[in-house]
């Protein structure tokens, strides 16, 4: 149920960073999301319809990765995919195995921006140019 | 128009984990042992803590807390009655304690400086998703369990019980009558975090309390004197 402050603080983060490219529109936000990070995609995806309304974000798609658990064995000394997040054994051995290596994470990879500034320079060099042309 | 990829590779939760980082500079520097307590609404978190806090009164150690619920300060009045300072955090509807609710309640919380405590400890919202999200700076995060809630629990709820580094299991005097499973209920428990720690305590009895203070002075002296 706190799928909205997560949608919230990645609205947050994303405007921030998309401050730094006036003019540009989100196109894409790519999430990388551990099976343990505890945010359940379905439920993410109907809070960020809502959290996106009238922010530089509408309209931009969510992409979600999911990353399993990966834990250190210490018996086989390698680190090994768990399946699932039922038994936290190693799947090769069945040594218990608490070290977690990977699947907390709750990460935003990366933004796919329109970036208009550059269109609106370029268009503006286009008039220079043809305006040059004219004298 | 060019389209372009901006890397981020930043937590959804930065913020609230780099409050939680300083928090837990602020704890160590203070000398203080914080533990947050999570579990289920009716686990019987209020009535362990209370116990907590009047036998490590009795023992002469300081002690305070910070408890969360979405509404009312009943179980701040109720933790009170043990002669420790508490202080209640109204949520108003979010399900979860963050790391800012935390730095505010501890500022300006009036006769209580942290270097003046040996625990403080945070008693969670009632829920058994969203707390695991959210550091609270704290050293230890207990995972509590009665025996009335049934022994899949840790099965159900794997990501809070993973992230925890105890665990607690509550009202072990009527253990018999709700016909629970002990040993599935420890199995369970080990199979999502291999290795924990595990008490069985009654708060009503005091049962497995013993122990408990014991763990609590052994973290104490681990992670804060050595």
Redesign the interface.
């Known amino acids: 149920?706190?799928e909205l402050?997560?949608a919230a603080?990645?609205v947050?983060?994303?405007t921030e960073?998309a401050a730094n490219?006036p003019g540009s529109t989100v196109?894409e936000v790519r999430?990388r999301l551990g099976a343990?990070?505890?945010?359940v995609e379905d439920s993410l995806r109907f809070c960020w319809e809502l959290t996106v309304e009238g922010t530089p974000l509408a309209g931009a798609a969510l992409i979600v990765t999911s990353i399993p658990v990966v834990v250190h064995c210490a018996r086989c000394n390698d680190d090994v995919e768990l399946e699932g997040?039922?038994?936290?054994?190693c799947p090769r051995c069945g040594e218990?195995?608490?070290d977690?290596r990977q699947g907390?994470e709750?990460?935003?990879?990366?933004?796919?921006?329109?970036?208009?500034c550059?269109?609106q320079s370029s268009e503006e060099q286009m008039r220079d140019r043809a305006r040059r042309g004219e004298q | 128009?060019?389209?372009?990829?901006?890397?981020?590779?930043?937590?959804?939760?930065?913020?609230?984990d780099e409050l939680a980082a300083g928090l837990r500079a602020r704890y160590t520097e203070a000398g203080v042992l914080v533990l947050n307590l999570v579990s289920s609404p009716g686990t019987g978190k209020t009535a362990f803590l209370e116990r907590t806090l009047r036998e490590l009164k009795l023992s002469g150690a300081r002690a305070a807390a910070l408890v969360g619920d979405l509404e009312t300060d009943n179980d701040a009045r109720r933790l009170a009655a043990s002669g420790a300072p508490v202080r209640q955090i109204n949520t108003h509807g979010?399900?979860?304690l963050d790391a800012e609710m935390i730095g505010k309640h501890l500022d300006g919380w009036e006769g209580v400086e942290l270097d003046q405590l040996d625990y403080l400890f945070i008693e969670n919202v009632g829920?058994l998703?969203?707390p695991?999200?959210y550091d609270l700076g704290e050293k230890v995060r207990v995972a509590l369990l009665s025996v009335t809630e049934g022994e899949d629990k840790p099965?159900k709820y794997?990501?809070?019980f993973?992230?925890a580094d105890a665990a607690v299991i509550t009202k072990i005097d009527i253990a018999e009558p709700c016909g629970f499973d002990r040993a599935t209920a420890l199995g369970n428990i080990?199979?999502?975090?291999?290795?924990?720690r595990i008490f069985e305590t009654s708060a009503k009895t005091g049962a497995g309390m013993a122990e408990w203070l014991n763990y609590l002075a052994e973290e104490r002296a681990k992670r804060i004197d050595g």
């Open positions: 149920m706190h402050s997560i603080s990645i947050e983060a994303v960073t490219y196109k999430l343990l990070s505890d945010v997040v039922q038994s936290f054994r218990p195995a608490a977690l907390k709750l990460e935003i990879e990366s933004i796919e921006i329109d970036d208009h550059m269109e | 128009m060019t389209t372009r990829i901006v890397e981020l590779r930043r937590g959804i939760l930065k913020k609230n979010i399900c979860h829920n998703v969203c695991s999200s099965l794997p990501t809070l993973n992230s080990h199979e999502i975090r291999p290795g924990i």
